[in-house]
């Protein structure tokens, strides 16, 4: 290769980084989750000497729970389709970057031309002739005004929403497992609940049938007894139709077909709990590491850096261009030193009129900007809201169970109180239909209530984000 072409394919080099200024705002982090309402609406609901933990599942003391959130965040396809999304912007970041370097290209040809005698002002006869050549074309846009600059800040705050957006997928994801899971371990309970109340209605049953046949008794009460037998019967189909329900709901969430869980889960199990959670002060940081909030302040900074690639497009633009190559009009001496061709030169282009679409273009920009900052500020107060409305829920429902137990108590105690009465000829057969639909109801409803508390406990670590650790990383453990 000829020595005098060197300097020019070398020169490139020299102008590594050669972004000199920066057009468009810098963002510098938007502040709104860290104002001072934000904290006090935290810390006036509540904050906590528990520590949060990505792993908030295994507080609920469930082998089988635990197996199946790990197998959901793993193989979900909503998960997949997440992490795809989230490749297809790690790629489209690589396009950003590569646009600071030089592109190569190779190219060759091959033409045959002539020449029109009727066409040509000065005829030399028919001119017929082929033309060989080959080489490589380089361009190198230079970023003097920082277009591409922001066109990177621009992609890697995408890249890094999208992994925000797909840390929110699975901290959702987890919680609806636990939720569902919850719901069918309550629904075991509700049937051994209704199963404990069919024995004793039919016990009941026997007892003033037997009165009946004896005279002791008129077929009012036999009547009576049998209705409410048969409606907490009636009470069992639908029960075992949710926990099927549930069970094909969990077996779609961990990305199997329904109806393979069953065996997993055919065991009947407690309603997992977890020892109660007081918080005193919540910090604004809480709010702040919430995925789905990363995700939303994220594309805030993206939208701010799209303001400064659409500003580059007023300044002018400045490139390198050269290509070197063969060129002959004879195949015979196509690889000589002679058939050597080269050029190179800068060039600079500046759009000077454009009917205002650039203008126009920055200010669409700015509105956008405007735009995803209110939906960032609206995904702040509604975080607020939900650890708020979670705190009070799982707070004020351990209340109501706490008191729901002690009904249910004493709705036993009634039941046997009432049934001693009447079999001494003290009070009505009434007496003892409504103790006894009065425990089937509290007792149902202790055990609805029992299932609620777990589920509370999963949707205030839901609103706190999963915990302080991503779910990502908890995973990975």
Not at 360 to 371: C, F, G, V
Not at 384 to 412: D, G, M, P
Request: aromatic share 8%; proline share 3%.
């Amino acid at each position: 290769m000829n020595s005098k072409l060197l300097p020019l394919l070398l020169l490139p080099l020299v102008f590594t980084g050669c972004t000199i200024f920066r057009v468009g705002p810098d963002y510098k982090g938007e502040t709104f989750s860290a104002q001072q309402g934000v904290t006090n609406a935290l810390n006036s609901a509540a904050a906590t000497n528990d520590v949060a933990t990505a792993l908030w599942w295994e507080k609920l003391n469930d082998a089988v729970l635990t197996d199946l959130i790990r197998k959901s965040l793993a193989t979900n396809r909503d998960i997949l389709v997440a992490e795809a999304r989230l490749r297809q912007t790690r790629a489209q970041l690589g396009i950003a970057r590569a646009a600071f370097l030089p592109g190569l290209d190779g190219v060759a040809s091959y033409s045959r031309f002539g020449q029109s005698d009727n066409a040509a002002v000065y005829s030399f006869g028919n001119i017929d002739r082929s033309q060989y050549a080959a080489g490589f074309d380089a361009v190198w846009e230079l970023d003097i005004f920082g277009g591409k600059f922001r066109k990177v800040e621009s992609a890697i705050a995408a890249y890094q929403s999208y992994e925000a957006a797909r840390d929110a997928v699975m901290v959702s994801l987890a919680a609806e497992v636990a939720t569902v899971y919850l719901s069918y371990r309550t629904a075991q309970q509700l049937l051994i609940t209704a199963n404990t109340n069919v024995g004793l209605q039919s016990n009941t049953l026997a007892l003033v049938q037997s009165q009946y046949k004896s005279g002791l008794a008129s077929e009012l009460p036999v009547q009576q007894a049998s209705y409410n037998l048969q409606t907490t019967l009636a009470a069992v189909p639908g029960i075992e139709s949710d926990l099927e329900a549930y069970a094909n709901a969990l077996a779609v969430l961990t990305g199997q077909f329904p109806g393979e869980l069953h065996a997993l889960l055919r065991e009947t199990k407690d309603i997992p709990s977890a020892q109660p959670v007081w918080f005193e002060g919540i910090p604004a940081e809480t709010i702040r590491n919430r995925p789905d909030v990363r995700a939303a302040e994220r594309q805030v900074a993206a939208a701010v850096a799209e303001i400064g690639v659409a500003k580059s497009d007023l300044y002018p633009k400045f490139a390198l261009n050269g290509s070197v190559g063969l060129e002959s009009l004879k195949w015979s001496n196509f690889t000589g030193h002679d058939s050597m061709a080269y050029n190179f030169g800068p060039q600079a282009s500046w759009a000077i009129f454009r009917g205002g679409s650039i203008r126009n273009n920055i200010k669409a920009k700015t509105a956008a900007q405007e735009e995803i900052l209110a939906v960032y500020e609206s995904a702040v107060l509604a975080a607020v809201k939900e650890v708020r409305n979670a705190l009070t829920a799982y707070q004020k429902e351990q209340q109501r169970h706490a008191a729901l137990l002690s009904a249910v108590e004493s709705a036993r105690k009634a039941v046997v109180l009432s049934e001693d009465l009447y079999k001494n000829g003290m009070v009505d057969f009434s007496n003892v239909l409504d103790a006894q639909r009065s425990l089937s109801g509290l007792a149902e409803g202790e055990v609805m209530s029992r299932g609620t508390v777990s589920t509370r406990f999963v949707q205030l670590y839901k609103a706190l984000g999963g915990g302080w650790q991503t779910t990502t990383e908890a995973v990975k453990k």
